[in-house]
């Protein structure tokens, strides 16, 4: 079935860097488009950023354009963000997903605090 693991969250102080990874399984990843979405405590789901499965178009949240680079590798079934200049703002889980399914991973804590 499909499936997606999130990993690499973590305790980070103001303006530190993390790199997530989501690991697919259980479709052809090279063929979709991918996405990282976050949920903060006490907010709706929100879209962070997507890549097209062919790693050319991304499109980002503006409350993250500049900072967070999504990446893929498509060999490895991965999709990444690199989360640079952090905020206490960008405290939140994140997830990936495949926008084609309705499938959620656990997520992955990020905190950002001084």
Partial sequence: QVQFVESG???VQPGGSLRLSCIASGFTFSRLAMRWYRQAPGKER????HIASS?????YADSVKGRFTISRDNAKNTVYLQMNSLKPEDTAVYYCTAPRY??????TQVTVSS
């Avoid at 790693?55 to 499109?59: E, K, L």
């Fill in 9 to 11: 969250g973590g305790f």
């Fill in 46 to 49: 929100e879209l962070v950023a």
């Fill in 55 to 59: 790693d050319i178009s991304t499109v």
């Fill in 102 to 107: 309705g499938v959620w991973g656990q997520g």
